[in-house]
């Protein structure tokens, strides 16, 4: 309708960025903004890296469909960023979990901006619980915790690597594609250094209860 209008110019876009502020106030806090026709650089850390939309036999065209390539469990002591403080090589203390496409994919994977949690299909249970506890040396549930934030920050880093291609991407410089740039595969996955790399960290998937002091494991 914005578009129709006439508001948003030549392009059908926008733009969410998410942020979590470290303490809520009672009086608000500052958690993202919406950019309608385009994206706004001047809330970017980092360039803008892209995924190409699917099509899906799970969904209508309504919906925002993305493949996932891989998932893997990363050791928390290497950060909370999709770029892996071990400079040295990215795939130190990592974690695949080896899933077929169909676990994955089937039924259509949606990036969708009307709900809080992030659901996965049960099929990724079993292999996601065994990595989880090989790094965190505990089981995975949705049980409260009572956690020190240097346990919290300890947790998994999970990743989500989408899959993309040189065209998509083609707005970065080919020297880029190293590892240097978060957000891309770069050198962790070198015959497929174009695709998106989603970071999900503890801070991100456990929640804490101001009620009784917990941090509560979200839906993963």
């Not at 995924?51 to 969904?59: A, F, I, L, Q």
């Not at 209508?60 to 469909?65: K, P, R, V």
């Not at 994977?109 to 065994?130: C, H, M, P, R």
Request: hydrophobic fraction near 35%.
């Amino acid at each position: 309708q914005m578009y129709a209008a006439g508001k948003l110019g030549s392009h059908k876009r926008f733009a969410l960025c998410f942020s979590r502020a470290p303490v809520h106030e009672r009086s608000g806090s500052q958690a993202g903004a919406m950019t309608l026709g385009g994206a706004d650089e001047r809330l970017h850390s980092s360039p803008m890296v892209y995924t190409p939309g699917t099509k899906s036999s799970g969904g209508g065209n309504s919906f925002f469909h993305v493949r996932v390539r891989r998932i893997m469990l990363r050791d928390g002591k290497h950060g909370e960023s999709a770029l892996s403080t071990a400079t040295d090589d990215p795939r130190k203390d990592m974690i695949t979990i080896q899933l077929d496409d169909a676990a994955m994919n089937g039924g259509g994977v949606i990036v969708d901006s009307g709900t809080t949690d992030t659901y996965w299909n049960k099929a990724i249970l079993q292999e996601f619980q065994k990595a989880f506890k090989l790094l965190a040396g505990k089981d995975h549930d949705n049980e409260p915790k009572t956690l020190t934030h240097e346990e919290l920050l300890a947790l998994p880093t999970i990743l989500l690597q989408l899959e993309s291609d040189a065209g998509t991407n083609s707005h970065l410089s080919p020297t880029s594609f190293t590892g240097v740039v978060v957000g891309l595969a770069g050198s962790l996955d070198p015959e497929h250094p174009h695709d998106v790399l989603l970071a999900v960290p503890p801070t991100h998937y456990m929640e804490y209860d101001e009620d009784d002091g917990k941090i509560g494991r979200a839906h993963v």
